[in-house]
């Protein structure tokens, strides 16, 4: 008799102690429809971003095919001055300030979206990566390939 009080005992520890076993639910916050959701938007890059405005102060392009690179020096000196704004609305507008391109509008609107846990950023259908964001500098990549050639263009802009 004592030999089944112990078993009964140490067979029902294990169920005791699963039944108290607290169930962990998603966070609220990052609840959409019943559905967790893995890379909210906007996240902290995006944030960032959104919170500036930013100006091309730096571009670079490289080609793989023993071309010059070109710098900043070949941007023409109306898209210089120019203030990129990204909303949340997933909209960013290309503003015109002093120096204003020939036939562009005072302010032009584009759609973007960061990608693949914001390592990039598609901007009007170009897709970008990420290098480095932080409240004063954004640095942007793009890679493009065809079968003769690779361009790289980099792009830094400052928060104003």
């Keep these: 008799m004592i ?5 009964l005992i140490l067979f029902s520890v294990p169920l005791v102690i699963g039944a108290c076993k ?3 639910s998603p966070d609220p916050g990052n609840v959409n429809g ?12 995006a944030q960032v971003m959104i919170a500036e405005k930013w100006k091309l102060t730096n571009k670079t ?6 071309l010059p690179t070109e710098d900043f020096s070949n941007v023409p000196a109306c898209q210089k001055d120019n203030l990129i704004s990204f909303k949340a609305t997933k909209k960013y507008d290309v503003e015109e300030t002093t120096n204003v391109c020939p036939g562009n509008q005072p ?9 693949n846990n914001e390592q990039s950023i598609t901007l009007n259908g170009t897709t970008w990566n990420i290098v ?27 928060a104003q």
Excluded: H
């Excluded at 030999?3 to 078993?7: A, Q, S, V, Y």
């Excluded at 019943?34 to 890059?45: D, E, M, Q, R, S």
């Excluded at 392009?61 to 023993?66: I, P």
């Excluded at 932080?134 to 390939?145: G, Y």
């Design 132 to 158: 480095s964001v932080d409240n004063t500098t954004l640095v942007l990549r793009n890679i493009s390939s065809s079968q003769f050639l690779t361009v790289t263009t980099n792009e830094t802009y400052t």
């Design 34 to 45: 019943g559905k967790v959701v893995t890379n909210p938007f906007p996240g902290p890059k």
């Design 22 to 24: 607290k169930e962990e």
């Design 61 to 66: 392009v490289e080609y793989s095919n023993g």
């Design 3 to 7: 030999m089944i009080k112990k078993l």
């Design 107 to 115: 302010v032009t609107t584009y759609n973007w979206a960061v990608d």
